[in-house]
Each structure stands twice: as structure tokens, then as C-alpha cells.
């Protein structure tokens, strides 16, 4: 049996119990075409809440993808923000890093700064001490009077060596006075003796010792305007007994 035949059943049921002034109703034929039809319609619209029902079952269905696919999203979304917030730290790591080699640069410059600071001192210091010369070379003599006394010179100094020049190769002997040489050269005007040996000697009068006498280091020379004077060397060098040297004179 069908829902609209059972609906159909149960009203003609009730209905055959009700009587009126003792008339059953059972044996009334009663026309139920309109309770059908309104049954009818109420079937239809039953299909109908069914129908959208669905239509909401599939609609919650399309919310449910949609909420998991957002919180799929969301859940990349906080493995991006993650992930920034990793590289924000390396780059203020980094910035970190900079900010203490500006301090060290900072530290550098500033020795930098101190260094030409007391350059600028020194250089200031010279400066001055410049100003003092070129303040004492104003007043020495102009070119004409240095050409005056050149003059003089060439006819006074130099005019004198005129006469004979003459070497010797002589051998100090140990710390014996050696003379440089025995017999000075006539009218001598001028001495130089060279140290050829390879360690210093001494020279002076005739009781020349390394106390008292002037050195006379290996390869230099010693001059002096002896006159007729005679010089003595000695060599006080240990395990050395004696060492050479050369001897111009300028009459």
C-alpha cells in the first residue's frame, strides 16, 4: 500500500467512526477529491523541502572543502610567515654584524684621526721652525757679497796650493808611535791620512795611546792643517800588529 493510499484509508476510517444524529458516516459516500488533491500538493512540496534539502547537504558539503582548503592555506601561510620570520633574523644577525664593523671602523678612523692630528703637530712644529731659518737666511749676506768673499778665497786659500803634492804608504807597527811620516814635506800646507786596514787605529803627538788619541776608523780619513808638524798612529787592535795606511800632503 502505497503513502497516499494508507492517508486515504486512515481518513475514511475515522470518518466511518463519526455519526451524526445516529446516522453512521460509513454509509455516507463523501467526495475526498479535494483532501487528495491537497494531499497531492502536500506530497509534491515534501518532494520539493527534499529537493532543497539536498541542495543544502551539497552546499555544506561545498563550505566544508572550502573551510579545509582555507585552513590548508592558512597552514602555508604560518610556514611563510615562519620562514620570514627565520630570514628577519639573519638579515638583523647581519645587520648586527655591520653595526659592530662600523665600531671597529669607527675605532680605526678615530686612531687615524689622532695619528694626523699630531702629524698636523709636528708638521706645524717644522713649519715654524722653517719660518725661524728662512728668517735667519734673510739676513745672511746677499749674492754679490758671497762673491766678494769667493774672490778673496780663490786668491787667498786656494793660491796657496800652488806647491807639491806628495803620498805615502806607511805601516803602523802595533802600539809602538808610528810616525805619519818621519820627514813632513817642505812648506807643507796640508795633511790627509787614510785608514786602509780593516780595523781602527789612533793618532796624535809621539806618546799617542787608544786613551788619548783620536780614531780613525776602518776606510775613513783624518786632516788637519799640521804645518811642519809630525803625526803619530798606533794599532791597538788584538792579535793585530799592524795596519796600513795612506798619507797625502799639500805644500
Known amino acids: 500500500m ?28 463523501i467526495d475526498n477529491s479535494g483532501v487528495e488533491s491537497r494531499l497531492d500538493t502536500v506530497n509534491n512540496n515534501l518532494g520539493t523541502i527534499e529537493i532543497s534539502v539536498d541542495a543544502v547537504n551539497s552546499s555544506v558539503g561545498t563550505v566544508n572543502t572550502s573551510v579545509g582548503t582555507v585552513n590548508t592555506n592558512l597552514g602555508t601561510l604560518n610556514t611563510s610567515v615562519g620562514t620570514v620570520n627565520t630570514s628577519v633574523g639573519g638579515v638583523n644577525t647581519s645587520i648586527g654584524t655591520v653595526n659592530t664593523n662600523l665600531g671597529t671602523l669607527n675605532t680605526s678612523v678615530g686612531s687615524v684621526n689622532t695619528s694626523v692630528g699630531t702629524s698636523n703637530t709636528h708638521l706645524s ?54 810616525p805619519l811620516p818621519a820627514s813632513p814635506l817642505a812648506n807643507r800646507r ?44 798606533i794599532s791597538p787592535a788584538t792579535n793585530i800588529t799592524t795596519a796600513g795606511v795612506r798619507v797625502m800632503e799639500i805644500s
Open 125 to 178: 712644529s717644522v713649519s715654524n721652525k722653517l719660518t725661524t731659518a728662512n728668517a735667519t737666511l734673510s739676513g745672511v749676506a746677499t749674492n754679490s757679497t758671497l762673491s766678494s768673499v769667493n774672490t778673496t778665497l780663490t786668491s787667498s786659500v786656494y793660491g796657496k796650493y800652488e806647491g807639491t803634492v806628495r803620498t805615502s804608504d806607511i805601516t803602523i807597527s802595533g802600539t809602538f808611535p808610528t
Open 2 to 29: 502505497s503513502y497516499d493510499q494508507y492517508r486515504h484509508k486512515e481518513i475514511l476510517d475515522r470518518m466511518g467512526a463519526i455519526t451524526i444524529s445516529g446516522v453512521e458516516l460509513g454509509d455516507v459516500e
Open 190 to 233: 796640508d795633511y790627509i791620512v787614510m785608514n786602509i786596514s780593516s780595523h781602527t787605529i789612533y793618532v796624535g803627538g809621539s806618546t799617542v795611546t787608544a786613551s788619548n788619541g783620536i780614531p780613525v776608523v776602518s776606510g775613513t780619513v783624518f786632516s788637519a792643517p799640521l804645518g811642519g808638524a809630525t803625526l803619530y798612529g
